[in-house]
């Protein structure tokens, strides 16, 4: 069974520039949700989507978007990038149907790693 | 909202000794998800251990155990006979397990414990 995939794992970008990343869960896994981590700030919830339809959203700023696609797969958008954008974004999936609990475990991606310059 | 606090920010531990690594969190949830990952230098965040809030018993997976206190919010992870390959920053996280809150989804994690094992 293939994991979490994510692209591209490594990217570089100029402020003021977009990007947008890419992540495919584990098939029947209908719960995708996106984290960044910084060494300063460590692991953030930045946010999740089930159905297509977004179910929780971090404190990020509205440059931060994201979106589901009705095979699950999902994607997040960056806009007008700044310095502190620079980060390793994690993807990860989930087991979710609805409001029945599932064992809750999240299987992460090997992230991209996104460099402002 | 959930907090989750990792106390050791650096821990080091001799192969084969055991190392126990902190975690406390504060939630008026009674229903939830606590898990440990390992996050190698490769960056892949894997699975160690997972807890379920309403599970009294103690999880164990192989050399990993957790020490799970609910009323104290602690929830520690027992590392037993270290191996080299158990180098890594750890990372203690809850989920809420109530599906239909606007939490669910979401992991909230501690700040990490990088762990070095010393041949």
């Known amino acids: 069974k293939a994991g979490v995939t994510q692209t591209p794992r490594y990217l570089i970008k100029t402020r003021g520039q977009q990007v947008t990343l890419s992540c495919s869960p584990i098939s029947g896994h209908r719960s995708v949700s996106w984290y960044q981590q910084t060494p300063g700030q460590g692991l953030q919830f930045l946010f999740e989507y089930f159905s297509e339809t977004q179910r929780n959203k971090g404190n990020f700023p509205g440059r931060f978007s994201g979106r589901q696609f009705s095979n699950s797969r999902s994607e997040m958008n960056v806009s007008t990038l700044e310095l502190g954008d620079s980060a390793l974004y994690l993807c990860?999936?989930?087991?979710?149907?609805?409001?029945?609990?599932?064992?809750?475990?999240?299987?992460f991606g090997e992230g991209s790693r996104l460099t402002v310059l | 909202a959930q907090t989750v606090t990792q106390s050791q920010p650096e821990m080091s531990v001799q192969e084969a000794e055991t190392v126990t690594l902190s975690c406390t969190y504060d939630?008026?949830?009674?229903?939830?998800?606590l898990f440990w990952y390992k996050q190698p230098p490769s960056r892949q965040m894997i699975l160690v251990i997972r807890?379920?809030?309403?599970?009294?018993q103690n999880a164990t997976e192989n050399r990993f155990s957790v020490n799970f206190q609910k009323a104290a919010k602690s929830f520690s992870l027992k590392i037993s006979d270290s191996q080299l390959g158990d180098a890594a920053m750890y990372f203690c996280a809850y989920r809420s397990a109530w599906a239909g809150g606007t939490s669910y989804g979401k992991l909230t994690f501690g700040q990490g414990t990088i762990l070095t094992v010393h041949p």
């Open positions: 990860a999936s989930s087991l979710r149907t609805g409001h029945v609990v599932s064992t809750g475990e999240l299987f």
């Open positions: 807890q379920e809030a309403y599970k009294q």
């Open positions: 939630t008026s949830e009674s229903d939830y998800y």
